[in-house]
């Protein structure tokens, strides 16, 4: 069992940065591959960025790709979203996610893939 924890939400102008945190508790978070998905008032939840167990594979939604960076420190047991260029249509509760992966190499591009969630984190950007 894998409990998650987000942090790092907020309130900031378009053009703007944040760095959203994921912690997990328990010893097998490197055995997890690991996702960030968000959710925005009135739409579907919708999978933005995901990582391997080891890192070295990621995957990014086409909204995101070039603006956000996912990333991990399995020694920190914590997995990290950074969020540049910030745009209105960004605003979106995020949710962390993780799954666990016997291969090591495989990240998971679908919601119903993944077994944990956190409670979310709130981004708001403005215009």
């Known amino acids: 069992q894998v409990q998650l924890v987000e942090s790092g939400g907020g309130l900031v102008q378009a053009g703007g940065s944040l760095r959203l945190s994921c912690a997990a508790s328990?010893?097998?978070?490197?055995?997890?591959?690991m996702g960030w998905s968000r959710q925005a008032p009135g739409k579907e939840r919708e999978l933005v960025a995901c990582?391997?167990?080891?890192?070295?594979?990621?995957y990014y939604a086409d909204s995101v790709k070039g603006r956000f960076t996912i990333s991990r420190d399995n020694a920190k047991n914590t997995v990290y979203l950074e969020m540049n260029s910030l745009k209105p249509e960004d605003t979106a509760v995020y949710y962390c996610?993780?799954?666990?992966?016997?291969?090591?190499?495989?990240?998971?591009?679908?919601?119903?893939?993944?077994?944990?969630w956190g409670q979310g984190t709130q981004v708001t950007v403005s215009s």
């Open positions: 996610a993780g799954r666990l992966e016997l291969s090591g190499s495989r990240y998971y591009t679908e919601l119903y893939e993944y077994d944990y």
């Open positions: 328990g010893r097998t978070f490197s055995m997890h591959a």
């Open positions: 990582i391997s167990r080891s890192g070295y594979s990621t």
